[in-house]
Nanobody, 124 residues
Framework: QVQLVESGGGLVQPGGSLRLSCATSGVTLDYYAIGWFRQAPGKEREGVSC????????YYADSVKGRFTISRDNAKNTVYLQMNSLKAEDTAVYYCAALIGYYCSGYSHEYDFWGQGTQVTVSS
C-alpha cells in the first residue's frame, strides 16, 4: 500500500529554518517524481518544489527559489524539503505528493498519491 507521511513542521520565527521530511512506503522512489505543495487558508494549493526521479532535476516556485532546497534519499525512501529564510507568507500546510513516472509536474491533479500534510507557521 502506498503511504506518504510528512513530518518536521512547526512554529518558527521569520528568518528561521525547518526541514520537512516525506517518508514513503509502498513505492520505489526511483520511479516517482516527488512534489511539495502548500495550501494556506482561503487559497488554492500551489506547487512549491519537485524532484525528478530521472536525472535529479529539481524545480522551484519563484516565491521560494533560493530559499528552499528539495532532496531525496531513494535508499531510505525519503524526500526532504529544507526551508531557509522563512517568511510569514510561507505559512501553510505542506504536502508531499508522488507522481508515477520520471518527470515533474507543477499541477496537483496529476499526482497519484498524497500525504496528510504538516503545518508550517512562520510568526514572531
Amino acid at each position: 500500500q502506498v503511504q506518504l507521511v510528512e513530518s518536521g513542521g512547526g512554529l518558527v520565527q521569520p528568518g528561521g529554518s525547518l526541514r520537512l521530511s516525506c517518508a514513503t512506503s509502498g513505492v520505489t522512489l526511483d520511479y516517482y517524481a516527488i512534489g511539495w505543495f502548500r495550501q494556506a487558508p482561503g487559497k488554492e494549493r500551489e506547487g512549491v518544489s519537485c524532484s525528478s526521479s530521472r536525472d535529479g532535476s529539481t524545480y522551484y516556485a519563484d516565491s521560494v527559489k533560493g530559499r528552499f532546497t528539495i532532496s531525496r534519499d531513494n535508499a531510505k525512501n525519503t524526500v526532504y524539503l529544507q526551508m531557509n529564510s522563512l517568511k510569514a507568507e510561507d505559512t501553510a500546510v505542506y504536502y508531499c505528493a508522488a507522481l508515477i513516472g520520471y518527470y515533474c509536474s507543477g499541477y496537483s491533479h496529476e499526482y497519484d498519491f498524497w500525504g496528510q500534510g504538516t503545518q508550517v507557521t512562520v510568526s514572531s
